[in-house]
């Protein structure tokens, strides 16, 4: 089994910073993709920002493009979501998420392993 652990949600102002963390934990070898994905309140989850395990290519989804930045640290087993000029739309929960064969990068049905979430609020 995998274990996720997202932490770093916070309250913020529009055009603030926030970065997000995961501790990832278990089979990590299992693991090819990282994705990141929110939900808000009412709304479907959706995908944020990917990255992949093997390649390091990183994907984005077209409203976080330019403003949020995926990362890993390998050493720490950790995940990162760097999001910077955020906006009140930005505000849900959210999780980090892994997964072994993802062809689409950027659904949640692709990922196996999740995490509880973490809350941003980004209020005008």
């Known amino acids: 089994q995998v274990q996720l652990m997202e932490s770093g949600g916070a309250s913020v102002q529009a055009g603030g910073s926030l970065r997000l963390s995961c501790v990832v934990s278990?089979?990590?070898?299992?693991?090819?993709?990282i994705g990141w994905f929110r939900q808000a309140p009412g709304q479907e989850r959706e995908g944020v920002a990917t990255?992949?395990?093997?390649?390091?290519?990183?994907y984005y989804a077209s409203s976080v493009r330019g403003r949020f930045t995926i990362s890993r640290d390998n050493a720490k087993n950790m995940a990162y979501l760097q999001m910077v000029s955020l906006k009140p739309e930005d505000t849900a929960m959210y999780y980090c998420?892994?997964?072994?064969?993802?062809?689409?990068?950027?659904?949640?049905?692709?990922?196996?392993?999740w995490g509880q979430g973490t809350q941003v609020t980004v209020s005008s």
């Open positions: 278990g089979y990590t070898n299992r693991i090819n993709f």
């Open positions: 990255l992949s395990t093997t390649g390091g290519d990183t």
């Open positions: 998420a892994a997964g072994s064969w993802v062809a689409d990068r950027l659904s949640p049905r692709e990922y196996s392993y």
